[in-house]
């Protein structure tokens, strides 16, 4: 396991299209978050899983996005309806649950872009 | 609001110079404070990280430096080195609240000039 995995890395689509991502933690982390990047910022939080529970959801997380991770393993996040103002990276990291951040790996993100 | 504020917001160093980026954070409930280094196309990686029960952590020639009074640390980068361009990143979260989710700051570009 060399390392959190995310699918695809870019994306294009239209206003209006639904689109999903998917992230793949490192395999013994039973934490996963999402982030999202806009150009020039640092990362904001938008939710994190603790196995296959939600356990907290940020305000920047509209009811247009929903996450998953099914069976505590992969996560997908989904976006519909999507806007310009959802361009981004979006940034998915795992960790082991304990020991703090220090555990905390980032995949090299999706970057969408909405037209 | 801005819980973690950081700066500058770009900084140009001669090679072999030393960087020094800074943060200020306003919740004292924070209580981890890592520092992540990000290159163009790729996700945040952690460079170095401290606690508030020490002032200061150092490994190879990376540096931070915690003052809990003043709600700040920082950065610093001793002989800054081309291959240390890229955009740096404070953070802080609540540790002992369970490993909350990360604060970053709105990072600061580092360019390393020869």
């Known amino acids: 396991d060399t390392g959190v995995s995310q699918n695809p890395r870019h994306k294009i689509t239209k206003r209006g299209q639904n689109v999903t991502f998917r992230c793949d933690p490192i395999?013994?982390?039973?934490?996963l978050y999402w982030y999202r990047q806009t150009l020039g910022q640092g990362p904001e939080f938008l939710t994190y899983?603790?196995?296959?529970?939600?356990?907290?959801k940020s305000r920047l997380l509209s009811d247009r996005f929903s996450a998953e991770r099914p069976k505590g393993s992969f996560s997908t996040l989904e976006i519909q309806r999507t806007e310009q103002g959802d361009s981004a990276m979006y940034l998915c990291?795992?960790?082991?649950?304990?020991?703090?951040?220090?555990?905390?790996?980032f995949g090299s993100g999706t970057r969408l872009t909405v037209v | 609001q801005q819980q973690v504020k950081q700066s500058p917001q770009s900084l140009i160093v001669q090679k072999g110079g030393i960087s020094i980026i800074n943060c200020a954070y306003e919740?004292?409930?924070?209580?981890?404070f890592p520092w992540y280094q990000q290159f163009p196309g790729k996700g945040p990686a952690l460079l170095i990280a401290?606690?508030?029960?020490?002032s200061e952590k150092k490994e190879g020639r990376f540096t931070i430096s915690f003052n809990k009074s003043a709600k700040q640390f920082s950065l610093h980068i001793m002989d800054s080195q081309p291959g240390d361009s890229a955009t740096y990143f404070c953070?802080?979260?609540?540790?002992?609240?369970?490993?909350?989710?990360?604060?970053f700051g709105k990072g600061t570009r580092l360019s390393v000039i020869a």
């Open positions: 899983f603790q196995n296959e529970a939600q356990l907290e």
């Open positions: 990291a795992s960790s082991p649950g304990t020991g703090g951040a220090w555990g905390y790996t």
């Open positions: 953070a802080a979260s609540k540790w002992n609240s369970g490993n909350t989710p990360l604060v």
């Open positions: 395999s013994e982390h039973n934490r």
């Open positions: 401290i606690r508030p029960d020490v």
């Open positions: 919740n004292t409930a924070f209580d981890y």
